[in-house]
């Protein structure tokens, strides 16, 4: 078991002002890229990819974590040289 650190007030207070909002706008641009790319992300086979990356990261950013708390919310990832 590990302690967590407790997030400052400064650190809730930017995450409440700007970053949240950001993230809301992230989440609302990311959307609807989304609904426009989606045809093409159809034929190439990575509608599930780009969901997650443009819609599922950014909703999760805002919403589900704690105020102040900025973890690694996505997944590590790999680059795929072909």
Do not use: C, N, W
């Not at 780009?50 to 708390?69: C, E, I, M, N, Q």
């Amino acid at each position: 078991m590990s302690a967590r650190e407790v997030p400052s007030g400064g650190e809730m207070l930017i995450d409440l002002m700007v970053a949240r909002p950001m993230g809301l706008a992230g989440t609302l641009l990311g959307t609807a890229a989304f609904i426009v790319a989606s045809p093409f992300t159809l034929l190439s086979g990575t509608f599930l990819q780009s969901g997650r990356r443009l819609v599922v990261y950014p909703a999760k950013f805002t919403f589900t974590r704690g105020l102040g708390d900025f973890p690694g919310y996505m997944e590590d990832y790999q680059i795929v040289e072909e």
